[in-house]
């Protein structure tokens, strides 16, 4: 996916000293044809939850009245992309040369490393879309690693309470294929109504829980429909009750606390403000990120560079 916005506003409702509730904002996706997704991070008080540095979530959209998703071709670097859906097709095409689909629980995960671009649009068969685009910021050592892409298809894994599908890193029993570059957690979670699922996790990482469906309770928080609630180092477990009458349904990040300050600005990451301004030159020249082929359509121009410099921040503002 692809964004213009360059800080976020809202502030975070600290209604717990163990969850920090970080609100939703509305944000424009995609250029001209945007769609509206609702992002939680980078907030105003935490830009990152281990490695992962951004979370958008939307739908569930009637693609018959928003017109969905067509975000044109568009560059990446120093970041990997993560695309889960609850609903609908989304037809993938990169510079790399893959042409894929991202389909309900099924993980698409592309590497941009030193530069790549790609476009994301739904398909025809769609009718209502609904899912997350995440994305993880790739480590000094890592960033400039070779264009890469995955893709997983987890089996579900039965909890007492619910159901979860792990499509990084590992949890209750079960390991995801997927190589990352920091240790990572993504899963998605499904709660019965009214059950309380406990789950034993790394206590070396930090955790958010964006709430996708329902209602949930985190650490004696309440959590409502679009929050993310983070969780710092420490705990071994995890436990999330879904408060309602109907099926709750949950995303699950983690990882390591990610202690490199960075610059994240559009679709780009780096570690100075001069290299976010090489990138934009790059892909505006039409250099470095290559091309996506078989996409109808004129690729995204980069927007202007902010007149204030552009500084390198750590996970917390």
Request: proline share 9%; with cysteine; aromatic share 6%.
């Amino acid at each position: 996916m692809s964004t213009a916005e360059t800080e976020p506003h809202p502030t975070a409702q600290s209604q717990d000293p163990y969850v920090e509730v970080l609100s939703a904002r509305d944000v424009p996706l995609g250029g001209p044809r945007a769609m509206t997704v609702r992002r939680t991070l980078p907030h105003s008080s935490r830009r990152l939850i281990g490695a992962w540095c951004f979370v958008d979530h939307y739908g569930p959209d009637d693609v018959a009245r928003t017109g969905g998703m067509d975000v044109a071709p568009h560059p990446h670097t120093g970041l990997q992309t993560v695309s889960w859906l609850f609903t609908g097709e989304i037809e993938h095409r990169d510079s790399l040369g893959v042409h894929a689909f991202v389909r309900p629980g099924e993980l698409n995960l592309m590497t941009s490393g030193h530069g790549i671009c790609h476009s994301e649009v739904s398909t025809p068969a769609t009718t209502v879309l609904h899912g997350v685009q995440l994305w993880v910021v790739l480590p000094e050592e890592h960033r400039h690693t070779a264009r890469d892409f995955h893709h997983h298809v987890p089996e579900p894994v039965a909890l007492d309470g619910g159901e979860a599908r792990v499509f990084l890193g590992t949890l209750a029993g079960r390991t995801s294929p997927v190589p990352t570059f920091t240790p990572l957690l993504g899963a998605e979670l499904t709660l019965r109504p009214h059950a309380a699922v406990t789950l034993a996790v790394d206590p070396a990482f930090e955790h958010g829980v964006l709430v996708d469906r329902g209602e949930v309770s985190l650490a004696d928080t309440a959590l409502h429909h679009g929050d993310l609630g983070y969780l710092a180092p420490g705990p071994t477990t995890l436990t999330a009750t879904n408060t309602t009458d109907a099926p709750a349904r949950l995303i699950l990040l983690g990882g390591t606390p990610f202690e490199e300050q960075i610059v994240m600005w559009w679709n780009f990451i780096g570690r100075s403000g001069d290299e976010i301004a090489q990138a934009r030159n790059d892909w505006e020249k039409g250099l470095r990120f290559g091309e996506v082929h078989g996409y109808d359509g004129a690729r995204l121009p980069a927007p202007e560079l902010p007149s204030i410099p552009l500084k390198p921040r750590g996970r917390v503002r």
